[in-house]
């Protein structure tokens, strides 16, 4: 039996940010799906793993960690402390975290400011200046693509299978990314990385949840 558990919605971006890393660390992990439609997440045995009730959570033999950018570190250091995922060089290091940051504080915190209403309050559209702040986040991004290959510089890391994940969310939202082009180009670099299909799909299906809830494109 695998020592490694994923609780997982595949429909969620944090979620499918941890599966994606598992995938390309080539971890062997047995996935348990937390369906928060259902309500699984606040059922009793979720709950005595994390009391929090948030996907995606792991438990590693007796050790349990909730917060995607917690876990997608956590799970380099564990298992391929050498892997350039997440360099070990102090600076290099740094600014992977910079970019983790920026993606929870930043562009998907943006883009949750704009889907919470709609999921949770049935508001049927998305206000100027929440359009504008994603595209702020992404113009950032964006600049942050200059002249190299992968968002931390010359490698890929986590903080691109983190921001893989909001990208693909907000691009399968209707966002056009078309006026990003190192967003464009990164994202179509990034089809080469193991469990990009896989993230795709959750992608998918959450740009279909919420584009049929709104009255007019993005
Ligand atoms: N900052 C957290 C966010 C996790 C999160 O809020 N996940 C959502 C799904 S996208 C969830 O589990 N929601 C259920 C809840 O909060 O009860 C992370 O990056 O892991």
Same mark, same amino acid.
């Given at each position: 039996m695998s020592p490694l558990t994923l609780y997982h919605f595949p429909i969620s971006p944090p979620s499918r940010s941890a599966l994606l890393v598992i995938r390309n660390l080539e971890l062997d992990v047995e996935i348990k799906i937390i369906n928060l439609m259902a309500g699984d997440h606040m059922k009793e045995d979720f709950l005595k793993i994390?009391?929090?009730?948030?996907?995606?959570t792991i438990v590693d033999g007796d050790y349990v960690l909730w917060e995607s950018k917690a876990i997608v570190t956590y799970l380099v250091e564990q298992y391929?402390?050498?892997? =350039? #995922?997440?360099?070990?060089d102090p600076k290099q290091r740094g600014i992977v975290n910079q970019r983790l940051y920026f993606d929870s504080t930043v562009l998907y915190a943006r883009v949750l400011s704009a889907i919470i209403p709609i999921l949770r309050?049935?508001?049927?559209n998305i206000p100027q200046d929440k359009k504008k702040a994603i595209k702020d986040a992404l113009g950032t991004l964006n600049t942050c693509l200059d002249g190299q290959d992968w968002v931390a510089g010359e490698n890929c890391t986590v903080a691109d299978l983190s921001l893989l994940a909001s990208v693909s969310t907000i691009s399968a939202i209707?966002?056009?990314?078309?006026?990003f082009p190192n967003i464009t180009t990164w994202y179509d670099r990034c089809? =080469? #990385?193991?469990?990009y299909d896989e993230n795709e799909q959750g992608a998918t299906a959450y740009g279909v949840a919420i584009k049929s809830k709104l009255d007019e494109p993005f």
């Open positions: 994390n009391p929090q009730h948030t996907v995606p391929n402390p050498e892997s =350039s #995922l997440y360099p070990m309050q049935g508001v049927t209707g966002v056009d990314l078309s006026e089809k =080469s #990385l193991p469990g």
